[in-house]
């Protein structure tokens, strides 16, 4: 699974989520949306497509992730706490 690093700030009380899908979430097959030094369209998951051969080949990529979840061993994402300032 990819997981792309980040840099938000998440204020005291609020939550975050994260959502495992089968394949690359869009929102719509044409937003018109473009970062000036990208080709490709922002149709949900960012500029980035996973359908290059050549980045994805399908030796590698062709295959089944399966995550395991039960009591002993529940899924969790690590993340860093910034302490704030002394």
Do not use: Q
């Not at 490709?40 to 497509?49: D, V």
């Not at 051969?53 to 061993?73: N, S």
């Amino acid at each position: 699974m990819e997981i792309w690093p980040t840099s938000i700030v998440v204020p005291a009380g609020y939550r975050i989520a994260l959502s495992v899908r089968g394949k690359d979430y869009e929102f719509a097959d044409k937003t018109g949306i473009k970062l000036p030094h990208f080709k490709n369209e922002l149709k949900g998951c960012g500029p980035f497509l996973h359908n290059e051969p050549r980045d994805r080949p399908a030796k590698i990529f062709g295959g089944r992730t399966t995550l395991h979840i039960a009591p002993e061993h529940a899924p969790y994402v690590l993340v860093p706490v910034i302490p704030p300032k002394k």
